[in-house]
């Protein structure tokens, strides 16, 4: 999983290490200053003191870090180089153009004027820096998708969004199963009237599940069928009902119109867009675009255990300002995770 990813920071952390231990030269101790030369440091730093001021990394400084402490300090002209091929490596591994300068920007705010001890594992300054960065992409919108089912009013009413061949009835089924080992009531509403054999595969997942399925003929209006299995599981005091709809294209206009129809007649307490990780930038286009027609809360990424690289999640979560709810990691029922920020970015340095 994310093999690809974690390569090019593996090898990134290496070129780093390599470089900036080449400017760590150590001093001889006969090289140490006389008292004289310390005062001229310290008379030049008081004459550029407002330079000084604006620049953390200055020569008195790095100077004095060098020669009394055995430290050398980091500047913008010693991480440059490198952080280019950090942003390459997070392109090529899908990551969007937005979220990679973050990341670059986080780690240079978190190397540039940071201390070394001559000798010391640089490669662990950099991937510090690096998981800091990922984790808090990945931990700005948390979400607790249990505790949520728990607290809220019921029937909760989940709708989800995304195109045909991503796993979305799979999903459906697999959150399906998961509440019902939390002993949940469920309802599902077969609201892919479009697709033809929509309605007899999540039949299939329902009667295997063993959970109740609204469903209507062929071609018939998939909002009227979210109703129907909203108002079915409010007369018979069910927790939860899950609504499949029509795969779509985000620039299909007139498939979008009916998705936000069926949030119109039976407002959602949850959308949640499925895509596969795999898809990469794809995937993060779409996420992006049905999150302008039909506000998503979340999303879910399939295939995850398929991806070598790691960046459709990041950037979802990121460009979105949505969490990553869940990720399907296979096609068991049971192959499906609880995002864990954490998690995820230990997956990538492991």
Known sequence: MFNKLKNKLSGFKQNFSSKIEDKATPVEESSAPEPETAESIRFQEKEDVGTKAENKTGFAHKAKALV???EFILDEADVEDILWELEMSLLESDIAISVSEKIVNDVKQELVGSRKKIGSNT???VEDALKKSINDVMS????DFDEFIDSHEKPVN???VGINGTGKTTSIAKIAHRLKAMNKSVVIAAGDTFRAGAIDQIAVHAERIGVKLIKHQEGGDPAAVVYDAVQYAKAHDSDVVLSDTAGRMHTNVNLMAQLQKICRVSAPDLVLFVDEAVAGNDAVERAEQFNEAVPVDGSILTKTDADSKGGAAISIAYITGKPIVFLGLGQEYEDLKK??????????FS
Do not use: C, L, T
Not at 140 to 143: C, D, E, G, R
Not at 339 to 348: A, C
């Open 339 to 348: 995002f864990d920020p954490q998690w995820f970015v230990d997956q990538i």
């Open 68 to 70: 009394f402490e055995r």
């Open 158 to 160: 989940i709708v989800f």
């Open 123 to 125: 490669s662990k300054i």
């Open 140 to 143: 700005a919108n948390v979400f």
